[in-house]
């Protein structure tokens, strides 16, 4: 037996939980944080087990499915020619006069549509090639404690209630989180600071290898509108808009842009959605013998609500640690917090600096956005992309001299 965890098989008959299986490391969540932070721990050497309430991870999918190239050269892996739908070279924002636009060609706007269901289970496959154990259409229902130290959890599985043990509990349970808050952390996103995001794949959408991206006013209040293509006809039309926004539902913003000519013969073939926080990572990511990593974590990012790769970093980074702490057998809120200094050096300042662009295009009307999209070149793009505002504000206020007040943030 473990040192510090009960004896198995233990069966507590008044509330029908069976005590079964103790574990290094368990993952909620088997999404591409929690199947990244479980092949880390098992390379490391750590009994893993990820618990997922899906029956098939990876389905249904909820998500736009865009990469930028330039994270899977940084984790150094390729995503499988499987998991590939279509291949992006750039992108292209339009104004919401619908005529202004930038179409940008970076190393940066390289990326993949790719196909979830694949990309996922992809990643599920390479934590249990490393030696995770996986169960699926298994839902965590309770976190347990003891002494205020995370211990394991229940699960619910085919009617059956189970309890699992843990050194570590990584909560990697995605934007609509309700592990950490189980296990003692408030991670509730502020209704302003989430996105509602929706939309239909579609085909009969004629695509370029670029990825569109829409902001207006009148499509997507705080929030914009996106077609990413899958295919040469196919692709995925959403749009995200900033929650707290009154008026129409996401899906009524999406319908009236649907009506452009250019959608005219577009059909679905599936309708997807979910909540996204925008707003900044969350703080406090680790208790006694917890960790929270992912969209979970709120580490996403705040301008376009990207947040596969950052999940898939952050999930690595927390696998790492949970398992050298549960080796060494010091799992305490101050040793796990390795994880929590390492992600903030790495992340933190970028994304800030992306959410002040973020409060920033918030306060922008459509005459500005349009002002502002007809004035940036090209060249500009590469500039904002890495927080370099100061040469693109001074253009703009060239010809928009009246939004100094919103952009002088930028160049403080
Ligand atoms: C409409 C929309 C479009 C998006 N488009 C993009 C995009 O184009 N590019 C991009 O990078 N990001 C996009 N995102 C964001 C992206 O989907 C998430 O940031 C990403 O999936 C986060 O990964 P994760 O592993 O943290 O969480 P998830 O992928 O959400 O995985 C969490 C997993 O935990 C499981 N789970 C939850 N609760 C429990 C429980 N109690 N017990 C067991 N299992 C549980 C879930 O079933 C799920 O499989 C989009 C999001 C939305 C909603």
Redesign the pocket.
């Known amino acids: 037996m473990r040192e510090g965890l009960p004896d198995e098989g233990n069966h507590d008959t008044e509330k029908g939980v069976m005590f079964m299986e103790k574990y290094d490391v368990i993952v909620?969540?088997?999404?591409?944080?929690?199947?990244m932070a479980a092949r880390e721990a098992a390379k490391a050497g750590a009994s893993v087990l990820i618990?997922?309430?899906?029956k098939e991870?990876?389905a249904p999918v909820?998500?736009?499915?865009?990469?930028g190239s330039h994270w899977m050269n940084e984790f150094g892996m390729k995503v499988s020619d499987k998991a590939i739908s279509a291949h992006i070279n750039g992108s292209l924002i339009v104004a919401p006069n619908l005529k202004d636009t930038i179409r940008v060609r970076t190393a940066e706007t390289k990326g993949v549509?790719v196909d979830?269901k694949v990309f996922?289970k992809d990643l599920a496959l390479e934590a249990g090639r490393a030696g995770a154990k996986i169960m699926v259409k298994?839902?965590?229902?309770e976190v347990k404690k003891d002494g205020g130290k995370v211990t394991g959890v229940v699960?619910e599985a085919d009617g059956r209630k189970e309890e699992f043990y843990s050194k570590v509990l990584i909560a990697?349970?995605?934007?609509?989180?309700?592990?950490a808050r189980m296990a003692g952390i408030n991670s509730t996103a502020s209704l302003y600071d989430s996105?509602f995001?929706?939309?239909y794949e579609m085909v009969n959408v004629d695509c370029e290898d670029l990825i569109e991206i829409y902001f207006s006013r009148e499509y997507a209040p705080r929030g914009y509108v996106?077609v990413?293509p899958k295919g040469k006809d196919v692709a995925?039309v959403?749009v995200?808009i900033g929650g707290a926004e009154k008026g129409s539902h996401a899906i009524e913003y999406l319908d009236r842009f649907l009506k452009l000519e250019r959608f005219k013969k577009a059909q679905p073939v599936a309708i997807?959605?979910?909540?996204?926080p925008v707003g900044a990572p969350m703080k406090g990511l680790v208790l006694d013998g917890f960790m929270v990593?992912?969209?979970?974590?709120h580490?996403?990012?705040p301008i376009?609500?990207?947040?596969?790769?950052?999940?898939?970093d952050?999930?690595m980074m927390a696998g790492r640690v949970a398992a050298k702490c549960a080796i060494a057998g010091k799992t305490d809120a101050k040793s796990l917090s390795e994880y929590e200094s390492a992600w903030r050096e790495k992340r933190e300042k970028k994304l800030l600096k992306r959410l002040m662009l973020r409060k920033v295009l918030e306060k922008l009307n459509d005459d500005d956005l349009n002002a502002i999209i007809g004035s940036v070149g090209d060249e500009d793009i590469e500039k904002l992309l890495n927080s370099n505002f100061v040469p693109v504000v001074k253009k703009v206020l060239l010809k928009r001299p009246q939004l100094l007040k919103v952009l002088e943030v930028l160049v403080k």
């Open positions: 909620v969540g088997a999404g591409p944080a929690g199947s618990l997922e309430r899906r991870i990876g909820r998500c736009g499915e865009g990469i549509v979830r996922d298994s839902e965590v229902v699960v990697a349970d995605g934007g609509e989180s309700t592990v996105d995001g929706v939309e996106w990413f995925n959403g995200g997807k959605a979910g909540v996204i990593a992912g969209t979970a974590a580490q996403v990012d376009h609500g990207g947040g596969i790769c950052l999940a898939m952050a999930g």
